[in-house]
């Protein structure tokens, strides 16, 4: 088992930025563009991006609760 540190947590993201994205055109009816712009200009994903936040560890739908709150 590989340790989550700051050096190797951006292998993560891209699938967590995606499921946010899908949830977002999804639930938002907006377009992948924009969700993914959204997603990338929010706090939650400087978050995502700290590992001491731990928010990496948090699964798509408590994630997309975070974003919509922001939101």
Known sequence: MI????????????????WLADMLVENKG???????K????SELYD???DEKT?????GPVALYKELEEEL
């Open 30 to 36: 907006i377009s992948i563009v924009e969700a993914i």
């Open 54 to 58: 731990k928010m990496w560890h948090l």
């Open 3 to 18: 340790d989550v540190n700051q050096d190797n947590l951006y292998l993560l993201l891209p699938s967590k930025i995606s």
């Open 38 to 41: 959204k997603i990338y200009s």
């Open 47 to 49: 978050k995502l991006q």
